[in-house]
């Protein structure tokens, strides 16, 4: 891209993993929309659509997210126009499964194009792998994408999988570890004061 092997910038086009619409724009969403700022510059218009079960949100719409925050917006799709003709398209789609592999940004050129894929997840830990055959990179990956969305703790939701947040178990998940962190720190107090009580009755 540097050499201009794809020519002049035209079109940008990211997407996410299929998070919950809003949700995706306020966590990775915001870092595709760094890097198509890097290549179009300063936007010049804006339109962008919200929808839920197909209608334009609303209040009744408003959802609490994994992190907390009050959502709306199960599908966006924004439309950028950039000072000097480049145009992007950035869309935060929930899919009925979450695909990290999906967060892309493609830049369109006069020449050519490139598709980035930055998940660094795949990057960091699918690539430390030596393979011989691409069919053996090609069988990894899915199997990297499963093991990422049930069966990986992610710090970012209170270290559950992010099937547990789609699929509601998350607060039961996180109500349990703390009934047993409870349990279990109830029983160390009463292990120290045994203890001391020991202690303080030997001569």
């Known amino acids: 891209m540097d050499q201009g092997r794809i020519g002049d910038i035209r079109y940008i086009h990211g997407s996410g993993k299929g998070y919950y619409g809003s949700y995706g724009l306020l966590n990775i969403g915001t870092h595709i929309i760094n890097n198509i700022i890097a290549f179009g510059d300063h936007a010049s218009s ?3 659509s919200l929808t ?30 950039f000072q000097g003709g480049i145009r992007a398209t950035l869309v935060q789609h929930r899919f009925p499964e979450m695909a990290p592999i999906g967060h892309y940004m493609e830049l369109h050129g006069a020449e050519g194009r490139i598709l980035c894929q ?23 990956i899915p199997a990297f994408v499963t093991c990422y969305n049930y069966s990986r703790y ?3 939701l209170s270290n559950v999988t992010p099937d547990d947040v789609l ?10 570890r703390k009934e047993v962190q409870l349990r279990t720190i109830g029983r160390r107090r009463r292990y120290n004061k045994r203890v001391k009580e020991l202690s303080a009755g030997s001569p």
């Open 154 to 156: 992610h710090m970012a």
């Open 46 to 48: 804006v339109i962008a």
């Open 167 to 176: 699929n509601g178990r998350r607060e039961q998940i996180l109500k349990r």
């Open 118 to 140: 930055s998940h660094q997840s795949i990057q960091r830990e699918v690539n430390q792998v030596p393979y011989e055959l691409p069919s053996d990179l090609e069988a990894a």
């Open 52 to 81: 839920t079960n197909g209608h334009p949100i609303t209040p009744q719409d408003v959802v609490p997210s994994p992190s907390g925050r009050d959502i709306a917006g199960e599908f966006i799709m924004a439309t950028m126009q």
